[in-house]
C-alpha cells in the first residue's frame, strides 16, 4: 500500500453561517472519525481542524484558517485529504476500500478477470465492483461479487482472488 497516497475523507459543500463553518460531505465513518485528524490537505492547502459535529448527510466543521463566510465559500468543492499512513492500523481480515481499489482480481481457477473498479455497500456489507478487460470496440463489462470468505477467499496488497464461481 503506497503511504503517501491521499485518501478522501470528505468534500466541503458550502459555508454554514456567516462565521467561517463549512458543511461537510463525509466519506467515511462519520463526523466522529474526522476527529482522528487535526491536518487536512485541500486541494494543496493545510487546512487545522478546530471542531466538527454531525449534521445533516454529513458534518459541519470548523478549520483555523477559515474564518468567515467568503472564505468558506471559496472551498466549495473542495476534498479533504489525509495521506494513507495517517489512518490508523488495521486488524487481521480488516480492509480500507481505498487499498482495494484499482488492485488486479484473479480466479481461484488462475485466470485473469479485471480489477476492482469501486466498493459499493448497500446496508447488507461490502460489495466489490470488478471491472473486466474491455474487449475490442465494446466497453468494459462490470459485475458484482459479496466482500465475503466464500466470494474473495484471498485479497492482499498484490491483489484479489475470487471464487471462479462468482466470476460473471
Known amino acids: 500500500m503506497n503511504a503517501d497516497r491521499p485518501v478522501t475523507?470528505?468534500?466541503?459543500?458550502?459555508a454554514h453561517g456567516v462565521r467561517g463553518e463549512v458543511r461537510l460531505k463525509l466519506f467515511g465513518e462519520g463526523a466522529e472519525a474526522l476527529r482522528a485528524f487535526s491536518v487536512f490537505d485541500?486541494?494543496?492547502?493545510?487546512?487545522?481542524?478546530?471542531?466538527?459535529?454531525?449534521?445533516?448527510q454529513g458534518a459541519v466543521a470548523t478549520f483555523v484558517?477559515?474564518?468567515?463566510?467568503?472564505?468558506a465559500e471559496a472551498l466549495r468543492g473542495a476534498v479533504l485529504t489525509v495521506p494513507r499512513s495517517a489512518l490508523p492500523?488495521?486488524?487481521?481480515g480488516e480492509y480500507y476500500h481505498h487499498d482495494l481499489i484499482g488492485l488486479?482480481?484473479?480466479?481461484?481457477?488462475?485466470?485473469?478477470?479485471?480489477?476492482?473498479?469501486?466498493?459499493?455497500?448497500f446496508g447488507a456489507g461490502d460489495i466489490l465492483e470488478i471491472e473486466k478487460a474491455a474487449e475490442p470496440g465494446k466497453k468494459p463489462?462490470?459485475?458484482?461479487?459479496?466482500?465475503?470468505?466464500?466470494?474473495?477467499?484471498?485479497?492482499?496488497?498484490?491483489?484479489v482472488t475470487v471464487n471462479a464461481a462468482f466470476v460473471e
Open 9 to 14: 475523507l470528505a468534500a466541503i459543500a458550502g
Open 65 to 71: 484558517e477559515i474564518t468567515d463566510r467568503g472564505a
Open 104 to 121: 488486479p482480481c484473479v480466479s481461484t481457477d488462475g485466470a485473469a478477470i479485471g480489477h476492482v473498479a469501486a466498493v459499493e455497500n
Open 89 to 92: 492500523a488495521l486488524a487481521e
Open 141 to 159: 463489462v462490470r459485475f458484482m461479487v459479496p466482500m465475503t470468505a466464500q466470494a474473495v477467499p484471498a485479497w492482499n496488497a498484490d491483489g
Open 42 to 56: 485541500a486541494g494543496g492547502r493545510k487546512l487545522t481542524l478546530k471542531s466538527v459535529r454531525p449534521a445533516n
